[in-house]
Every structure is written in C-alpha cells, then in structure tokens.
C-alpha cells in the first residue's frame, strides 16, 4: 500500500532518534531545558525574529499566538480555508474572544484589496496568512504579494500573523529563507511533525514581549513542559539535517503532478474515488470539500511516486 495521505505519518529517523536519546535537559517549565532554549534561539534567529517558544503542536502555536497579541471582541481575519480558520475546532473564538471572519481567497491567498476592504480590524484584530497554504494544495505566497497582504493588514492597524506550518517547504520551493516571508509577520508558527519528520513539536516565533505573552498562554493550555529537551533535540535535527531534503519530497510530487509547488498534489474526487484507489493499492486524503490530496514525504520513494500517478491516471481514464 503506498500511502500518500499526510507528510503527519513521517517517523523520526534513526539518527534523530540518537540525537533525541543523547539530549541535555532539565525543566523548562523554569527555562532551564538547554535544548529547548537552543531550538528557541535557533529559530527566533531564522525565522527574523526576537524570541521563540517551543510547544507540543502547531495548532497551539497558533491559538497561543492569536492570544498574545488580540483583544476579545476584536476581529480575526482570514482566507476561508486556512487551518485556524477550519481545523482548529473554533479555537479563536474561545481562546481569544475572537470574531472569526473568512473570506474566499484564490490559491488560499488574501489580496491587499480584500484586507483593505474590511471594516474594523485593529486595534486588537488579527490577519492570518498560511504559507504554505494547505487547503489550495500546498501552495507557495509569493514573497512580495504576501508583503503587500502584511503591509494592508498593518494599515487596517491589524496584526499578522503567518501560520507557517510548513513554511520551510515554501522556503526550499521558491530558493527563499524562510525569514524573507517571517520577518515581515508579527508572529509566526513553524510545525516539526510535517515534512521534518519529528514526532511531534512547533514553535512560535515573535518580539520578545508577545512571547512573553505566549508564556501565559502556553501555561493555561496546558502546554508547558518538563524535560522538552528530549523532542527539541529531534526539531534540532530536523533543522540541521531535513530541510533540504524536503525538494525531494517536492521532486516527488511533480512526479504525479507536474503542477505541485511543494509536497502535495491535489485533484478533484469523485463518488467512490478513494475506495477504488485504495483497491489499487493507493491511500490518499482530503484537501477541502470536493478534493482529494497525495502527499510525499521522507520514505516514499520514486518508484512510489510513479507508481501513485500509474494508479491516479488509471482512474482517470477509468472514471
Ligand atoms: C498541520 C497544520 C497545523 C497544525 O499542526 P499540529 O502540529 O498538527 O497541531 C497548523 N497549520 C497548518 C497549515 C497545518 O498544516
């Protein structure tokens, strides 16, 4: 069965597993994990910003974000399909008081129009750019659109933040470092249990004084840790080891679809097209209503990738 249902399903490799075995820790609940302070400063670096904090999941990275730096009442903007916007189970709403507005973007992205359209953003309400952009297929911003979205959104006198789950695909994708989309952000999220193969972590990257903020906020959700060393260690090495890499999983890609920008090919589902894939060998997932996704990640080979679009084309023809 090749299964190209999510980059989630990535493992640690054996040599992460060593480096996760060999970490110093202590408690980083009193900041005192070195690990962990290192994997914060590393990415604080990389990502153009001042400080960084490490918590267990991408999607806390976000709600915790949102919370640092908005008021209740006030508004959250965003494309329709964005993850705060659809798989994060209302978390704005309750979390941060927001109002949760979605407007319909093209390949996930809001234009300066659209943000200076809205009404009443700031101060106090929030825009959130997902790069890439997981619901249009994996889609990359390019830089100076997604500047022009910031420079709106700040206009409107909101902040931004960028949902950069996997914005280390978009950076290797377009030959960009990552900072050339974050640091143009407020505050930004970075997931390690994508692509980069970790068993699970992310961080939030911002000023010095939202994540102090986020600290707050890391203790009322529950995210505050003890020895993270353990799992900032595997972060550490994805960084160092897994990012370049991830153009072969893009490589991949283009192998079943030479229009996918990252790791993720996306096509339109018919009744019963996942059932007949998977009879043929092919596990694939949801992307929004109406589309599937095939996703490459470490441990698909090419022989998979040629073998995904054999099966996809079959049933084409067949459908
Ligand atoms: C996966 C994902 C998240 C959430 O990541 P978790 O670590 O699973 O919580 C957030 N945003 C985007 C765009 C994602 O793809």
């Known amino acids: 069965m090749i299964d190209l249902r999510s980059d989630t399903l990535t493992k640690p490799t054996p040599e992460m597993l060593a480096a996760m075995a060999a970490a110093e820790v202590g408690d980083e609940q009193y900041r005192e994990d070195p690990t962990v302070n290192e994997l914060q400063r590393r990415l604080a670096e990389l990502l153009g910003h001042e400080a960084a904090l490490f918590v267990p999941t991408a999607t806390m990275a976000n709600q915790i974000a949102l919370r640092a730096q908005t008021k209740p009442g006030s508004t959250l903007l965003a494309e329709e399909r964005t993850h705060v916007m659809v798989y994060e189970a209302g978390g704005p709403a309750i979390h941060s008081g927001l109002v949760m507005r979605s407007i319909a973007g093209e390949a996930g ?10 009404p009443d953003l700031g101060p106090g309400g929030i825009v959130v750019l997902e790069n890439t952009h997981r619901s249009s297929g994996g889609r990359v911003w ?27 695909n978009a950076s290797v994708a377009a030959g960009l470092s990552a900072s050339e989309w974050s640091r143009h ?27 102090e903020r986020a600290w707050e906020g890391k203790f009322l959700l529950g995210g505050a840790m003890r020895q993270a060393g353990v799992i900032a260690a595997a972060a550490l090495y994805a960084i160092d080891n897994l990012v370049d890499r991830l153009a072969e999983d893009h490589d991949r890609a283009r192998r079943i ?55 996809l084309a079959g049933e084409r023809v067949a459908a």
């Open 185 to 211: 952000a407020d505050s930004v999220t970075i997931c390690f249990s994508k692509g980069l193969c970790c068993p699970l972590g992310a961080v939030v990257a911002s000023d010095a004084e939202t994540i």
């Open 142 to 168: 390019p830089v100076e659109e997604f500047r022009a979205a910031v420079d709106a959104a700040h206009e409107r006198r909101a902040k931004v933040h960028l949902d950069g789950a996997r914005l280390f």
């Open 109 to 118: 992205r809001l234009t300066p129009d659209q943000i200076e359209q809205e």
């Open 257 to 311: 679809d030479p229009d996918a920008e990252t790791n993720f090919v996306a096509f339109e589902d018919a009744p019963g097209l996942q059932r007949r894939l998977q009879e043929r060998g092919l596990l694939v997932g949801g992307l929004r209503p109406g589309w599937l996704r095939a996703v490459t990640y470490r441990g698909i080979t090419d022989g998979d990738a040629d073998a995904a679009a054999e099966i």
